[in-house]
């Protein structure tokens, strides 16, 4: 929660969908409904609660919101009034739908615009999708609804022709060690860039899972820990005995990977997670042998 952003241009990642958006504020062309897709800890929540302050900014810089002006500050201090987030999981029956189409009717009681943020949409029921189409299509004037999703192929169709729509894509290793390099850099934290690589490649492209593992490893070896303690403190302790039980089995060794196999065994290895390290290297050797050895996640040793 600290390091959410609270301006587009701290959104990492997602230059394309921040630009629109920024240039939507700006031009003062706000749809009157947005759906934000993509994986886990890419930016949907975080780009609704951006829209909605920028929206209601009393004096936003380029589509940027000022972070100073009353609303701003209301904000980020989380005391937002015209801002309502709703979790549709929690809340996927009708009635829950009619009370908010009911709420919808009411105006800002300080800013221009009131904005409905409508996480994990997909979880809805059907009848309360059939409940939100007709305000989804003809809110009032100074309603903005986002919704949010991780599934998008779940939700219901006409309800996307409804929106416009944003796909978020998973955030490069790159972005992502440089979100971790300038947060260790604030906290005082020592990680030399081999560490936060590490991190950010355990994250699979989730600044979230990205700030939740480096708070972790910090919890467990301090502000200064080594590589093979982040390996560890994250689970992702490579047995190189994983390469060496593929070769034997290229090698069609039999007596040799058993041999392995128990030695393994016999140390107290997770057995599900090594054979799970085995399918990685050897799907790593077909990449490497058809040319594709860039596009493996894999220290540059390895």
Do not use: W
């Amino acid at each position: 929660r600290k390091y959410r952003p609270q301006t587009f241009a701290e959104v990492v990642g997602q230059d394309a969908v921040t630009r629109t958006l920024k240039n939507s504020v700006a031009g003062k062309r706000l749809a009157h409904a947005y759906l934000f897709c993509g994986p886990r800890g890419t930016g949907k929540t975080s780009l609704g609660r951006l829209l909605a302050k920028a929206a209601n900014c009393a004096a936003p810089l380029e589509g940027e919101p000022c972070n100073t002006c009353d609303s701003c500050r209301s904000f980020i201090e989380g005391r937002a009034i015209d801002f309502v987030e709703q979790d549709a999981a929690s809340h996927n029956s009708v009635d829950d739908i009619r009370q908010l189409r009911e709420n919808v009717a009411l105006t800002p009681m300080s800013g221009d615009l009131k904005v409905y943020l409508l996480d994990e949409v997909h979880m809805l029921s059907k009848g309360a999708y059939n409940a939100l189409l007709k305000t989804l299509e003809e809110p009032p004037p100074h309603i903005i609804f986002v919704l949010a999703t991780t599934e998008p192929h779940k939700v219901e169709a006409t309800i996307i022709s409804r929106c416009q729509r944003f796909d978020l894509k998973r955030i490069s290793g790159a972005a992502i060690t440089g979100l971790l390099a300038r947060i260790c850099e604030k906290e005082g934290f020592t990680f030399d860039q081999e560490s936060l690589e590490e991190v950010a490649r355990s994250a699979s492209g989730s600044a979230r899972d990205a700030i939740n593992g480096l708070e972790q490893v910090v919890t467990y070896y301090g502000l200064a820990p080594t590589c093979e303690q982040v390996q560890e403190a994250l689970g992702l302790s490579i047995d190189a005995r994983s390469g060496a039980l593929a070769g034997l089995a290229l090698d069609g060794d039999l007596t040799g990977g058993l041999k392995l196999i128990a030695a393994v065994r016999n140390d107290g290895v997770d057995m599900r997670d090594f054979a799970r390290q085995v399918g990685k290297y050897l799907r790593g050797l077909l990449r490497a042998k058809a040319g594709a050895a860039e596009a493996l996640d894999l220290p540059a040793e390895i």
